[in-house]
């Protein structure tokens, strides 16, 4: 069965530092991989994907993620944290075995300290 | 830019009693899905919808839940007899195709049953 696991409920910068948010997936077919932002009382939205093509994926405001196959990981990066990046953060896998359906990770919160 | 919107954003509701959260997916969208995300939870898969017939369900979809697709435009999910443990956020999301795509999130109902 595929699944999404997200180290780390709460992540903690300061404005200006490295965003690092770790996702890690288990999938028996090659993967399409998502991740989502979730604003405070709003839906999610989609900040990037991966679906076999660049392993190095940009996008928006900033986020990118790397695809490694070896480690099973699509972890989501941003060079300089922005008080505006503080929200929930989804990575999803979807299950390309059925109707595509995203199984979600348990999300991880973004703080960023002034 | 097109949106998938929902309605109502809360419901308030007496367990016992049937409620129905509406969807007004993506104008050219075929794939419509349902998620919820109990409070402090990850986001769960419920069911996914396709050429007017349900492709996929998940066990939280059990007898109590249905959905359908009335009139070309709109994409619900009834709830039958609520109980205590439906109070979660609902959220409706739509694509144009499967596998890669981007699955278009509305902003949400939040169900509370009491």
């Known amino acids: 069965a595929q699944s999404v696991t997200q180290l780390g409920s709460h992540v903690s910068v300061s404005e200006g530092a490295l965003v690092l948010l770790r996702c890690n997936y288990s999938?028996?077919?090659?993967?399409?991989l998502f991740w989502y932002v979730q604003y405070p009382n709003q839906g999610l939205q989609l900040l990037l994907k991966?679906?076999?093509?660049?392993?190095l994926v940009k996008g928006i405001n900033g986020f990118e993620a790397e695809f490694k196959k070896s480690e099973t990981s699509f972890h989501l990066t941003k060079p300089s944290a922005h008080m505006s990046d503080a929200a929930e953060y989804f990575c999803?896998?979807?299950?390309?075995?059925?109707?595509?359906?995203?199984?979600f990770g348990s999300g991880t919160r973004l703080l960023v300290r002034p | 830019e097109p949106e998938v919107t929902q309605t109502p954003s809360h419901q308030v509701t007496q367990m016992g009693q049937e409620v129905i959260l509406r969807c007004v997916p993506i104008?050219?969208?075929?794939?419509f899905y349902w998620y919820r995300q109990i409070l402090g939870q990850k986001v769960e898969f419920l069911v996914s919808?396709?050429?007017?017939?349900?492709?996929?369900k998940s066990e939280i979809f059990d007898d109590q839940f249905s959905v359908e697709r009335p009139d070309g435009s709109n994409f619900t999910l009834k709830i039958r007899s609520t109980k205590l443990e439906d109070s979660a956020m609902y959220f409706c999301?739509?694509?144009?195709?499967?596998?890669?795509?981007?699955?278009?999130f509305g902003p949400g109902t939040r169900l509370l049953v009491l």
């Open positions: 919808f396709y050429n007017n017939e349900i492709s996929e």
């Open positions: 991966y679906t076999s093509a660049a392993t």
């Open positions: 104008s050219n969208h075929l794939y």
């Open positions: 999938s028996s077919v090659p993967p399409y």
């Open positions: 999301a739509s694509s144009s195709q499967q596998g890669g795509e981007t699955q278009y």
């Open positions: 999803a896998v979807s299950d390309r075995r059925s109707s595509y359906k995203l199984i």
